[in-house]
């Protein structure tokens, strides 16, 4: 009996299964008509893009006739060689040199000796250096300072009296100590009717021993750092400040100077 009923129930549900497979293939095949007949309708509507395009071509006769013209032969033929310039030619586009001359050595002499001698100058000395007498050097370079101002010391730029116969005799290798006084007791004794250019002659101003000295310049006159005037100066001997205040001159003697040339 179950068997029975088993055997029923497993064909209703086989029946019923093909029932509906056989319904599905049908909408699925109605399905694919529609599609089939929409994508007809819009072809119908739509231009293919991918339609080729066909242009005819249609010939046209040439304008001008074909002529058959026979090819010539080149014939190679040399060169003509440019015209020979001339001097004086200025539109060529390059440049005309002439041939260089040759050079034909010059034979130049060797000087003698003599002529070398007398073709050579000696350098030129200077003013000091051209002096030969030693009075003339002193007094060359006792003029080096005029006009310098007056000034406790004895620099390049301000001198007094003792510093002042300092830096002139130094020249000539005689060393003098700073003070007049000190000054005053080198050298030997010069009588005042006898004096020469170089000599110093000491004077007494504000004390009793020399407190100044100046350099006898010649023609009665010297050279020395005045106080009262500020500055390196000439003055004469017979002026009456000095001559009133004159003590006793004194000659030096120079190192390096030739003694012989007076």
Known sequence: ?????????????????????????????????????????????????FKKIITKLTPTKPSTPYVNVPIQPTVATAPIPPEKPTIGQDALPYLVINKPVDIVPICIEKPTDKEV???????????????????DKI???????????????????????????????????VTLPRSAAEQARLGTDVDAKDLQIGDLLFYHTYKNEPSHVAIYAGEGQIIHASFRSKKVQYDTINKGYYKERFMYAKRLALNNVDSSSE
Not at 30 to 36: A, D, K
Not at 127 to 132: D, G, Q, V
Not at 147 to 156: C, L, Q
Request: with cysteine.
């Open 117 to 135: 001698a007398i073709t050579v100058k000696e350098p030129k000395k200077s003013l000091f250096e051209n002096l030969t007498s030693k009075k």
């Open 1 to 49: 009996m179950i068997n029975r009923l088993l055997i029923v129930t497993l064909f209703l549900y086989g029946t019923h299964l093909l029932a509906d497979v056989q319904k599905h293939e049908t909408s699925l095949f109605l399905e694919y008509e529609r599609e089939i007949s929409h994508q007809n309708d819009s072809s119908t509507d739509q231009e293919n893009p």
């Open 139 to 173: 007094l060359a370079k006792a003029k080096e300072f005029l006009g310098t101002p007056y000034g406790f010391g004895r620099d390049d730029y301000v001198t007094d009296c003792s510093g002042f116969t300092q830096q002139v005799f130094r020249q000539f290798g």
